[in-house]
């Protein structure tokens, strides 16, 4: 089995949750693993997660982690669904932050699960502070973001020579707070940003990208349901957002990308308009 | 076994790659597979691409792919190290295309095995453009890039609310041809970057940043070979980055975060620079 390297402490600089503990697999007894299962296919998670999944004593997961994942835990394995993402019934943060601390105090291999990549918009310091607090160990494995899902499924990528040598990521929740050289950055020809959760928000950032100069023909691609059986992609233009995406519904979890269009489309820009409304049709 | 997403066209916009070639597994004959090997820990790779290692008739390479993962590979499988990266002889763009192009069209399923996430500084395009060219089918695996398993290694998330509502990935081959609202803004308090191929370009970024009024003190950390068992993390400041950077001397691929230090680091910023030199010393 290949070694687990998250357990082997880095020379210059020894870190918590790698404070020497070795054990046989990637999951440790007593210690809080934070897991990403990706955005949603089984098949992009990965084999370290795969085997915390099958290790694991007790597994906490978010809404967004699909049923067939949480098929691969193993039988034995306490499964609690603390839901907080989304718009159904959720359990308060510090409740979380309190369970995993109760399990790992138990001695269990507690995972806890979340969606895409635990380190990128995953409300991952609150909790892993709350373990440091209770001298709890941690250790963090990486998944697969929806960025990559979803520019993985338009034929793009999230940086090209002689296009864009940057990409940003960010949330529409949090896009009401970005100053003025934000948005006059975002608005640059050949920019590329994902923004995660921007469906609320999608007017209000077309109106402020218009503001500081931004084409009306920017191409705009939505991605609902990255990497499951039911993706969705709506391409179409800053100008033509807002109308878009109210006439697509998309219920499920949605990554904008500003700037990029699929790759078939990006040959022909000037026509994407047309395009676009026929798919829709 | 999990369906094969990449494959299902998706009902607004049926891609190139998605033309309804439905596969057993997750390669075809005659069809190119664009994958990403994460950044060296075999555990790292999804499952798919695992897949894709064992079912590949012919599989080119990158330099930084690590020899556990191409271990992987089916007994039977043709490898080609096209080097592209780094300072040994590398294969010519233009001649990794017509490989890629030749291979595909013997009816070969053909994997071109790029390291980290393909579609995040991978040069992706110009072999895209290739395939397409060549009337060739493509499909796009995605990969864990290393600002993930770096940022895991560190303990700390890549966005935190309070902090940073965004982060930037950018290569440090392209930062000089940056905007001075660039500079602005990657200079401001809490804001975090990962930058790529970041050590030659380190004295230059300092100077540009400290120009447009960042901190002496902002942190920096910079991993080298992340996620491999010579995983080395070194915890600077803005201030002392290119002296530790060559105290250091990395040899290997490095990855560098603006703004962000290891989490135990995080909690006692004066003292940062006394506890890097310890660490070095």
Known sequence: MPRDSSHIPAPLSPLPGATGVMCPG????????????????????????????QE????????????????LAHDGAILENVGKEGFGPSMAQEDICARLVHHARKGRKVLRLKS???????????????CETADV????????????????????????????????FL????????????????????????VYMGKKSARFVQGRMLMHGADRA?????VENASRADQRVLATTLDQLPADLA????????LTFLGLAPRQHAAALPHLRDQTQMELA
């Open 171 to 194: 949330t529409g929740h949090d896009m009401k707070g970005f100053a003025d050289h934000d948005w006059a950055q975002l608005a640059r020809p050949g920019e590329v940003a994902a």
């Open 26 to 53: 990637v999951m440790c007894p007593g210690v809080v693993a934070f897991a990403g299962s990706g955005p949603g296919d089984p098949d992009l998670l990965t084999l370290k997660v795969l085997k915390a999944l």
């Open 56 to 71: 694991a004593d007790v597994i906490l997961f978010d809404r967004l982690v699909s049923a067939e994942i949480m098929a």
């Open 137 to 168: 160990g941690t250790v963090i494995l990486p998944g697969i973001t929806a960025a990559s899902a979803a520019v993985a499924a338009i034929g793009q990528s999230l940086t090209q020579r002689g296009r864009n040598s940057s990409v940003r």
């Open 116 to 130: 895409g990549d635990p380190s990128l918009f995953g409300r991952l310091d609150e909790e892993l502070t709350a």
């Open 247 to 254: 006439a697509a519904d998309f219920g499920g979890p949605a």
């Open 218 to 222: 920017t191409p705009v691609t939505v």
